[in-house]
C-alpha cells in the first residue's frame, strides 16, 4: 500500500489531505489504471479496470450526489437516465461528453463518450480507460432500474479519447 500511496503522490493526489474539487484532465485516466494495477493485481488489465469502475460506482451511490443520482433514475427510468447522461456526467465532471442514439436495427443504443469541446485537442487529455466506464456505466444501470443492462465495448481510439459502447438494457 504504501507504494500505490506514493504513486497517487506522483499523481497529484494525496491520501492524506482534502480532495480538491478539480484536478487536470490527465490525472483521472492515469489515476484510474494505477490503482486498477496496483489494487487488482491478479486481473488482466480489462477485467481490473472494470472491477474498479464497477467498486467506485458502488461506493458512489452510497455518497449523497449517488443516492440522489440513483433515485432520479428509479423515477424516470433507466432509458431516460441513458437519455440523461450527458447532463449527469456534467454534473460530475467538466472535461468528459457522452452522445447517445438509437443503434439501429440491432436495437440498444450506441453511448459514446468524448471530450467536452474546450477539451477536444488538449495536448494532455487522456482517454479514460474504457472498461472502467463500462464497469462504472453496467452498475449504474443494472441499480437504476436494469438489472439486465450489458455495455459491449465497440470502438475505442485512446489518441481521440473516444469510447464508444453498445447499451442493452
Not at 5 to 10: G, V
Not at 64 to 83: N, Y
Not at 139 to 150: D, S
Request: net charge positive.
Amino acid at each position: 500500500m504504501p507504494l500505490t500511496l506514493k504513486a497517487l503522490e506522483r499523481q497529484g493526489v494525496f491520501a492524506s489531505r482534502p480532495l480538491y474539487a478539480a484536478y487536470p484532465c490527465s490525472v483521472w485516466p492515469a489515476t484510474i489504471r494505477m490503482l486498477a494495477g496496483t489494487t487488482l493485481p491478479h486481473l488482466e488489465r480489462d477485467e481490473a479496470e472494470y472491477a474498479l469502475g464497477h467498486a467506485f460506482a458502488a461506493r458512489f451511490i452510497q455518497a449523497r450526489m449517488g443516492t440522489v443520482l440513483q433515485g432520479f433514475a428509479q423515477v424516470v427510468g433507466t432509458e431516460q437516465m441513458l437519455l440523461r447522461l450527458s447532463r449527469t456526467l456534467r454534473s460530475t465532471n467538466n472535461f468528459l461528453d457522452v452522445s447517445v442514439r438509437p443503434h439501429g436495427d440491432e436495437g440498444g443504443w450506441e453511448l459514446r463518450l468524448h471530450p467536452v469541446l474546450e477539451f477536444t485537442h488538449h495536448p494532455r487529455r487522456l482517454a479514460d480507460p474504457p472498461h472502467f466506464a463500462r464497469g462504472l456505466l453496467t452498475y449504474a444501470f443494472q441499480h437504476g432500474g436494469a438489472p439486465t443492462a450489458r455495455l459491449t465495448l465497440a470502438d475505442h481510439d485512446e489518441g481521440r479519447a473516444l469510447t464508444t459502447f453498445h447499451v442493452g438494457l
